[in-house]
Each structure stands twice: as C-alpha cells, then as structure tokens.
C-alpha cells in the first residue's frame, strides 16, 4: 500500500535553531501533501497545504516565514522550522493522499519536535 | 463546510468489554468517512474508511463502522477491547477533494 515517510521521528533543538523535517511519499507521487500540527489533547491541526512546484498555501493563523515549507519533488515535502522557541514545540504529521481517488489519506509517522 | 464532532473526549472501557466510540459529522455534499487511530508517540494510521457501497464497514484490528446517512454518524465499534487497543482515536471526514477535516479525538483507555 501508499506508504508515507517521514524523518526525523524525534528532534530536540536549541531555542533560535532552525529544524528541518521530511516527508517522502514512497511508493507513489504525490502533488499535494498536508502538514499538520497537534497540540497537547487537542486534535489535529492543518497548517499547511503543500503543492508541487508552486508556493503552499497556509491555513489562517500559520506563519508563512515561521513554518517554510518545500515541495521541490512529487515524492518529497520538507517543513522547516525557523528560529525554534519553546512554544513550537509540537507533534507534527504529514500526510498524502495516493493518486485514483482512492480516498484514503496516508500519514507519515509524525515528528516529535522539543524546544529547549 | 465540513465539520466532525467527537462528543466524548475520553472512554475508559473494561478489556474484553464492547466499545463504541461516536463520531458525528455535517457536511452538504457526498462525503468520505475515515476512522484513524494513533498510538502513543506514533502517528496516525487508518483503521477503516467509508467511500460508498456497504454502509456497514470493517477495518483492522476487529473494528467495524456504520455509515448512518439519516443520522449523519460514522461510530466505530468493537465487540471485545484489548489493552493494545488503548490509544487516541480520531475521525474525520473528506469531501473528496483535497479537505480533510479531523474530530477532536476520542481517548480510549482500556481497563485490565
């Protein structure tokens, strides 16, 4: 089936640090992929759609500098955390969604970002 | 505009013991309905999906669905919990588009 990767599983950096996050779709091309953000007890969050070759479009609220994200390939999505502070810290998921309308949204296994 | 609504934030259910965990959704248009489940410090994976046919629909790990269209509902079932099931479940709902809209999640803590 779709797989989705996503890496690092879990990062600690160092307030004013930029991170960087991946996510690969593995076994198919995927034009548009989603990032989302969940905060402690509280469901998931869309951040961002990623497309292909063109700018992502954010959700209302999201810092477009803060949050940049790169879609250079139809196999990868990267989300970099500029200048980190303590309150981005975050559990954060990405997903995709395979081609033929198969309906079901793969998800990669989500990034543990820690602020220190 | 598509919304889902998890009424109950948490359920403690006894192992061995059924569960049903509800999901309720609007939305004006043909929908898809998901169940994903997400595992301590892991991420999401799909339990069982709904696009169209069998309203009654059955996903991994012994758990079913029925798609309720009169009652604009997607609750998951199971006839018999385990300790492993003990996780963070959440539904959502597609418009078939690119919009994926999550519910709030529901805790599921299984008893010994």
């Known amino acids: 089936g779709a797989v989705v990767s996503q890496h690092p599983s879990r990062v600690i950096c160092k307030s004013g640090t930029s991170v960087k996050i991946e996510c690969r779709s593995l076994?198919?091309?995927?034009?548009?992929m989603f990032w989302y953000r969940q905060f402690p007890k509280q469901s998931l969050m869309l951040m961002a759609t990623s497309n292909e070759g063109s700018k992502a479009t954010y959700e209302q609220g999201v810092e477009k500098d803060k949050f940049l994200i790169n879609h250079a390939s139809l196999t990868l999505s990267t989300l970099t955390v500029t200048s980190a502070h303590p309150e981005d810290s975050s559990f954060y998921i990405c997903?995709?969604?395979?081609?033929?309308?198969?309906?079901?949204?793969?998800f990669g296994s989500g990034t543990r970002l820690t602020v220190v | 505009a598509q919304s889902v609504t998890q009424l109950d934030s948490q359920v403690p259910v006894f192992e061995e013991a059924p569960v049903e965990l509800r999901c309720n959704y609007s939305?004006?248009?043909?929908?898809?309905l998901f169940w994903y489940v997400q595992y301590p410090n892991q991420g999401l994976q799909l339990l069982l999906k709904y696009l169209s046919g069998s309203t009654l629909v059955k996903g991994i790990n012994g758990f079913e669905a029925e798609f309720n269209k009169s009652q604009t509902s997607f609750h998951l079932r199971k006839p018999s919990v385990h300790i492993s099931d003990t996780a963070e479940y959440f539904c959502?709902?597609?418009?078939?588009?690119?919009?994926?809209?999550f519910g709030t999640g529901t805790r599921l803590t299984v008893i010994p």
């Open positions: 997903s995709a969604r395979p081609p033929l309308g198969q309906g079901g949204y793969t």
């Open positions: 959502a709902v597609s418009d078939g588009a690119n919009n994926l809209f």
């Open positions: 076994d198919f091309q995927a034009t548009t």
């Open positions: 939305s004006s248009v043909s929908v898809y």
